[in-house]
């Protein structure tokens, strides 16, 4: 799964997140992945604006989908994990 076209201006002022992936495939990481990055590491300006360009019911649904299947081994730090988990269902279900 690619991003949209309405993501890839979000990710090169965060390219310091993807250090690991080769800049021609920054703009193609999996939307999973982008989320995943931005809930451990990004600021909370920066996460806002993912949520803003994605959709908070499209993060939503991907955070879920990948908590479920995962579950407490997945790529989020527990911490957060926890964190989004309530408020994603206090605020955005």
């Known amino acids: ?18 250090w690991y992936s080769k800049d021609s495939e920054k703009e193609n990481l999996p939307l999973p992945m982008v989320l995943g990055f931005f809930i451990n590491n990004a600021d909370k300006e920066d996460l806002k604006a993912l949520f803003d360009f994605v959709g908070i019911n499209n993060a939503v649904a991907v955070f879920f989908e990948q908590t479920k299947i995962w579950g ?11 964190y989004f988990t309530q408020y994603f269902t206090r605020y955005a279900l």
């Open 1 to 18: 799964m690619e991003n949209s076209l309405k993501l890839k201006p979000l990710l090169p002022k965060n390219a310091h997140l993807f």
């Open 72 to 82: 407490n081994r997945s790529n989020y730090f527990p911490e957060l994990q926890n």
